[in-house]
């Protein structure tokens, strides 16, 4: 018996394991755990579970409490006070754990195709997406960030109107929740009236510096999804093994599918963070009965336990579905 040190190159690491006689699926195992805790330290980073005094209950938001689900664990450990200075919150770790179990998935079942989510606020989903590639060594795909940059389009966008019809009831809802502003700091540091949800592209791409992952396999796509949808393929997207859409309104959630459906191969996931919204849920059911798609294809099982002491509304339920291969 003797020992060998096996220098080991993967995306989470380069270090040196020393085994005695360590067969091939020993290393298959370490290389697995190497990977979960650095995607557990990546999704706790996401969270703002990293600093002194934060929480360390990823699943912290996991309750259908608003107050609650709408806070990073991150909290100023002189005062207790929550800091809302995380890249995602909302019942976070489910979306993130979501995503990593649906690319699993992908990669057991040889589906082909890039990571996209159309909607990426503070872009937490799609730097994990990026976490998923590097801890797995993935080279054969990119991840698509697809934003306005400037939130959610205002009443006065809404109101121009989109290529299809929108029904009365939808479109009103739409304005009156989505159609306001906020006033924030800006990019100069000044503050300024911007839409609702605004995160500029500035920042989305210092969050991906952050955890080192901004690099030629991110690619960014700014600008209105029925803008800039159409001309994605000019861009270099062939195929999506998973699509995630989170555009708020029934119009963006119609863009996001009538120019993305196509590109998801047969196989591959379409995940709806909106689903709780009717606005959005009514779009999802206009667009499936629009290609004979069956509604039970969608699921709502979660991936972590979620505490409903506080009421038994839906805000939580995330929805997915396999498109038919």
Same mark, same amino acid.
């Given at each position: 018996?003797?020992?060998?040190?096996?220098? +080991?190159?993967?995306?989470?690491?380069?270090?040196?394991?020393?085994?005695? *006689?360590?067969?091939? !699926?020993?290393?298959?195992?370490?290389?697995?755990?190497?990977?979960?805790?650095?995607?557990?330290?990546?999704?706790? *980073?996401?969270?703002?579970?990293?600093? !002194?005094?934060?929480?360390?209950?990823?699943?912290?938001?996991?309750?259908?409490?608003?107050?609650?689900?709408?806070?990073?664990?991150?909290?100023?450990? #002189?005062?207790?006070?929550? +800091?809302?200075?995380?890249?995602?919150?909302?019942?976070?770790?489910?979306?993130?754990?979501?995503?990593?179990?649906?690319?699993?998935?992908?990669? !057991?079942? %040889?589906?082909? %195709?890039? @990571?996209?989510?159309?909607?990426?606020?503070?872009?937490?989903?799609?730097?994990?997406?990026?976490?998923?590639?590097?801890?797995?060594?993935?080279?054969?795909?990119?991840?698509?960030?697809?934003?306005?940059?400037?939130?959610?389009?205002?009443?006065?966008?809404?109101?121009?109107?989109?290529?299809?019809?929108?029904?009365?009831?939808?479109?009103?809802?739409?304005?009156?929740?989505? *159609?306001?502003?906020?006033?924030?700091?800006?990019?100069?540091?000044?503050?300024?009236?911007?839409?609702?949800?605004?995160?500029?592209?500035?920042?989305? $791409?210092?969050?991906?510096?952050?955890?080192?992952?901004?690099?030629?396999?991110?690619?960014?796509?700014? %600008?209105?999804?029925?803008? #800039?949808?159409?001309?994605?393929?000019?861009?270099? +997207?062939?195929?999506?093994?998973?699509?995630?859409?989170?555009?708020? @309104?029934?119009?963006?959630?119609?863009?996001?599918?009538?120019? +993305?459906?196509?590109?998801?191969?047969?196989?591959?996931?379409?995940?709806?963070?909106?689903?709780?919204?009717?606005?959005?849920? $009514?779009?999802?059911?206009?667009?499936?009965?629009?290609? !004979?798609?069956?509604?039970?294809?969608?699921? #709502?099982?979660?991936? #972590?336990?979620?505490?409903?002491?506080?009421?038994?509304?839906?805000?939580?339920?995330?929805?997915?579905?396999?498109?038919?291969?």
């Amino acid at each position: 018996m003797f020992t060998r040190f096996v220098l +080991l190159t993967c995306p989470v690491c380069i270090l040196a394991v020393v085994y005695k *006689g360590a067969g091939i !699926h020993d290393g298959e195992k370490l290389l697995s755990k190497l990977q979960d805790r650095y995607l557990n330290t990546v999704r706790m *980073g996401l969270l703002g579970g990293l600093n !002194h005094y934060a929480s360390t209950d990823p699943n912290q938001g996991a309750t259908t409490d608003y107050n609650k689900r709408n806070e990073c664990l991150a909290k100023d450990w #002189t005062t207790g006070a929550v +800091l809302d200075n995380c890249i995602m919150k909302w019942d976070a770790n489910e979306r993130l754990l979501r995503v990593q179990d649906l690319y699993k998935k992908v990669l !057991h079942q %040889g589906i082909p %195709g890039d @990571l996209m989510e159309c909607g990426v606020w503070r872009g937490g989903v799609t730097v994990y997406m990026a976490a998923l590639l590097q801890a797995h060594d993935d080279a054969s795909r990119n991840v698509w960030v697809s934003d306005s940059f400037n939130g959610v389009p205002n009443a006065l966008r809404q109101a121009e109107g989109s290529s299809y019809d929108i029904p009365d009831d939808v479109k009103d809802m739409d304005e009156r929740q989505w *159609g306001g502003s906020v006033n924030e700091r800006g990019v100069s540091g000044q503050r300024e009236d911007k839409n609702i949800l605004t995160v500029e592209q500035v920042y989305v $791409r210092d969050n991906f510096k952050r955890f080192d992952l901004l690099n030629e396999k991110v690619k960014f796509v700014p %600008g209105y999804f029925n803008e #800039t949808l159409p001309f994605v393929s000019k861009k270099g +997207l062939e195929h999506l093994a998973i699509l995630r859409v989170d555009g708020d @309104l029934y119009s963006s959630t119609m863009d996001v599918l009538q120019n +993305l459906y196509d590109k998801v191969s047969p196989g591959g996931f379409i995940i709806f963070d909106d689903y709780p919204l009717f606005q959005s849920r $009514r779009a999802i059911e206009d667009f499936f009965k629009s290609r !004979h798609l069956d509604l039970k294809l969608i699921k #709502t099982d979660r991936m #972590t336990p979620e505490d409903r002491s506080f009421g038994e509304a839906d805000i939580n339920m995330n929805a997915y579905f396999q498109k038919p291969k």
